[in-house]
């Protein structure tokens, strides 16, 4: 099956689909996606490294997940389909972060172009990463990779260091960090999420 992603206007209305595998170009449209931060039970966070294969940003070190919900897919739903194939990961708990979080970052001419809510995610068990997507990972101590991406010893994806930004504002621990309302997720998350 095709897998699409939503198309979005600048508010985050949905205005359509189309397939992923053809809208990430120069100009790839505004479409919704999402970022997961996953954290195991000793709190350390996920670090992955995207496969060499990946046609955006490929070989790059980012958070834990990425990816896009279905038309009509609740993005909850769509970040435990991800974690699950990407890197076998089971979650346990889910919580909205950065609801309004957008960025647009290219490499070697692709665009990626998103209104991208961010989730801190508790996981259990070991990745089985996926190698058409995943190519390495680290479990890493949070201050730790602030601390890295600082001095410059940890390079990671351009949305990954703007989203830094903006979590680390929530404070230190990001097992502390406060869970955001779900109504200012796009208008587009929330057509699938008023069910919640």
Known sequence: MTEQVVLLDEQGHAIGVADKAGVHHRQTPLHLAFSAYAFNERGQFLLTRRAFGKRTFPGVWTNSCCGHPAPGEDMS?????????????????????????????????????EKCPVWRVEVIGEPEPDP??????????????????????QAISPWCREQLAELRTLGPDPLDWPSAEHTRLPPAALVSAQGR
């Open 77 to 113: 739903d769509g970040i435990v389909r991800r974690l699950s194939q990407e890197l076998g990961l089971t979650s346990i708990g889910i919580d909205l972060v950065l609801p309004e979080f957008q960025y647009r970052a290219e490499m070697d001419g692709v665009v990626e172009n």
């Open 132 to 153: 058409t997507e995943v190519d390495a990972y680290r479990w890493v101590e949070w201050n730790q990779l602030v601390r890295e991406i600082e001095d410059g010893s």
